[in-house]
């Protein structure tokens, strides 16, 4: 009988392979805000509170960042293809959970696990590229794979607010049951391993994180990572606010606008790619950062002023696509400081990412919705941790390290 442990392991990168690992990578993300329309529905039914339906959203968040912890130093030990097998089917069984749960209860529970299966496929995609990719080729496929999968959490909501009208939540809910099973199919079906037994780890699983936190020039540009996506998370979060109630457009326009900014976050990804063939990935990162602190600063600077709030479109639409430059590239730069603990640096990527997002959502509506002024004293402080980081890698390694 064929067993898929025993396919000839992958050796390089293919148009049919980045496909794959660009759906493993959006799927998590896809997880995320898919059902975010069906809150008011969920509401409803399951008798809670919004704050207790969010719980929800937190629990899956929760599980995203500690599951790449797990799931890297897991593959950088044992192999890309077994953990990201036994993830994906963990993701099947939960997304199932959470479709059947018959309270809000047990629907946490099963988002949390649901988080943790899905960060396989996000953490271990990174560390397959990495794998099979170095210099300008390894800038290029993380640009196209970080520009595919962000395409996920942009069209999720409109998406899920159709089928939710059709389905009702549990329906979301069952699509994405759906999708986890895709993904186990192509994981099973098209994988292989990427990681010869003679590059893997032999010492205690989580040694690798150790391993890579301790290497200076990748910690810097793992704080660059996460304050970069910082940024971008504090847009997403206030975006809402910022454009119908300061700017006064209606929800439609809100709507058009944010596709604006996101097709300039996703054709930047695109140049980018481009770019990496010509130009050094860091000569890039350290121009987009440039630009996403001016454009920040640029946001703060409109807003204690009397300048008409509409002006804010510029500054953001350009900081937004700056992300594009920086994030593809970064995680190039990072990984390839790491070499075989490529798991294990992608798990520290994606935990930060996702623990920053966490942390600066909330901040941006401290002074209600009415002022877009934490969201920019955010963008700004999150983009100078973003140029003091790019700084940071400058400097020497100690010896050995």
Known sequence: MFSPFRRKPVTAMTTGLLLVLALLSATGPFATDLYLPSFPAMTDELKASATAVQLTLTAFLLGMGTGQLVFGPLSDRYGRFRPLLLGSAG???????????????????????????????????????????????SARTFSLLMTIGGVAPVVAPTVGGLLAEH????????????????????VAGVLAESQPRSHRSSGPVLAGLKGVVANRKFRGYAVLFASTFGVL?????????????????????????????????VGAGFISARLARRIPPRKTVTVAVSVLLTMSVAVLALSVSAAPPQLLAVPIFFAASSVGFIMGNTTSLALAEVGLAAGSGSAVLGAGQFFAGALVS?????????????????????????????????TRSAPGR
């Open 167 to 186: 389905l009702g939540w549990r329906g979301v809910l069952w699509v994405l049951a759906g999708l986890a099973l895709l993904m186990f199919v192509c």
């Open 233 to 265: 998370m504090a847009y997403i979060s206030a975006s809402p606010f910022v454009y119908q109630n300061l700017m006064g457009i209606t929800a439609s326009a809100y709507g058009l606008a944010f596709g604006l900014n996101a097709m300039g976050l």
């Open 362 to 394: 909330p901040l941006t509506g401290l002074a209600g919705k009415e002022s877009a002024v934490p969201l920019a004293i955010i963008m700004t402080l999150s983009a100078l941790l973003a140029v003091a980081a790019l700084v940071a890698t400058r």
């Open 91 to 137: 993701f099947v069984v939960a997304s199932a959970a959470c479709a059947l749960a018959p309270n809000l209860a047990v629907l946490v529970a099963a988002r949390l696990v649901q988080g943790l299966c899905a960060s396989a496929g996000v953490v271990i995609a990174r560390a397959m590229v990495a794998d099979l990719t170095t210099g300008a080729t």
